[in-house]
């Protein structure tokens, strides 16, 4: 099985866990096959909230209503893959730049059901260069605070997120205590938050493998 295939199992895998109602739908190529699975179903529910623009229009193409999450109570289940997750299903997220919204949709959802293929699976979170959304103004500000725990931060070229800001992806980071870091970088003025999601983990992890898709529950 090469990495797509085993994307597009786990995305098969996650409809198992889709209820009547409304879900959450996160963003990226796993997240892409999840929508075009969900598309097989889609009369099972009554629409979907979109964690960015791209996943609104994908969802959209396929004929599945996207609703304003203001509109939206709570939500039974959020879907969305990963840049990295450990075993206790802490994950750095937004290589897409979703981040923001993914983490908004994820905090609005009962459970989170992470996709992601074996690639994704480490012991210790840091070697994805770690997002952080930030209001433009605040960029330099924000940077220089970043620098002080140790990572070095590079500006995302050309990047605007949905909600009109940048990116900077710090490296160098070796992230022991994630939710201690996600509160902290959370801290800094001009953070609009960051690709920790540790406060909100991964409630179960569909984990592609050259064997078949393994369910993993935080450890
Ligand atoms: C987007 C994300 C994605 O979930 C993450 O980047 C994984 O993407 P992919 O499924 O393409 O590997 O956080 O902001």
Redesign the pocket.
């Known amino acids: 099985m090469d990495q797509n295939e085993m994307?597009r199992a786990v995305a098969r895998a996650a409809v198992s866990y889709v209820p009547q109602g409304i879900i959450g739908v996160?963003?990226?190529?796993?997240?892409?096959?999840f929508i075009d699975e969900l598309a097989r179903v889609k009369n099972r529910i009554d629409g979907a909230v979109a964690?960015?623009e791209a996943t609104a229009a994908r969802l959209k193409s396929h004929g599945i209503r996207v609703l304003d999450l203001n509109d939206v109570g709570q939500m039974e289940v959020y879907v969305?893959?990963?840049?990295e997750i450990t075993r206790h299903l802490h994950?750095?997220?937004?290589?897409?730049?979703?981040?923001t919204r993914?983490k908004i949709v994820a905090a609005c959802s009962k459970k989170f059901i992470c996709?992601?293929?074996l690639s994704?699976l480490v012991d210790v979170l840091g070697q994805f260069p770690l997002?952080v959304e930030v209001i433009p103004m605040a960029r330099s500000y924000v940077a220089r605070e970043l620098v002080k725990l140790g990572g070095q931060p590079r500006l995302r070229e050309g990047f605007t997120t949905d909600n009109g800001n940048v990116i900077l992806d710090v490296v160098g980071l070796s992230i022991l205590d994630p939710v201690a870091l996600e509160t902290q970088i959370n801290q800094i003025v001009g953070v609009v938050t960051n690709?920790l999601f540790a406060h909100r983990a991964a409630d179960v992890l569909l984990l592609g493998t050259p064997d078949g898709v393994q369910t993993l529950l935080p450890g």
């Open positions: 994307k996160g963003t990226g190529s796993t997240a892409n096959f964690s960015s969305d893959g990963a840049d994950m750095v997220k937004g290589g897409g730049g979703a981040l993914e996709v992601a293929d994704k997002p690709g």
